[in-house]
């Protein structure tokens, strides 16, 4: 880990999207926060689902474990889910690594993610 920065994860709506924020460090004594944030549209049902990541420190497979399940769940409902930055190097590094960026949607900010059109629906 990093310097040791407490996780935090936020939740917010933005349009019609959850946005999720989350900083610090992330790993699997705190993934289960990410976990529970992403739970909620799927109770809640939104259009789209916002992972901001521009904060997030550190990283390890734990929180790449619960985005692809959020990822598999969003598609299974025909909704969008877009992970968004810009990435910090151990981020960017991650998903390099596992060779798992081309599993999500991906994009620079938060308002570059709402305007994305969704690849299934052009909305």
Partial sequence: MSD???ATVTRGTARDALVVRVGGDIDHASA???EEALSLAH???PE???VDLSA??????SILHVLLEAQRAHRARGTLMVVCGPFSDIVRR???VTGTEGFFVLADSVGAALELPDPATGR
């Fill in 56 to 61: 997030t420190d550190f990283a390890d497979s």
């Fill in 94 to 96: 991650l998903f390099d």
């Fill in 48 to 50: 789209r689902t916002v």
């Fill in 43 to 45: 109770r809640t049902g």
């Fill in 4 to 6: 040791g920065a407490e």
């Fill in 32 to 34: 289960f926060r990410l």
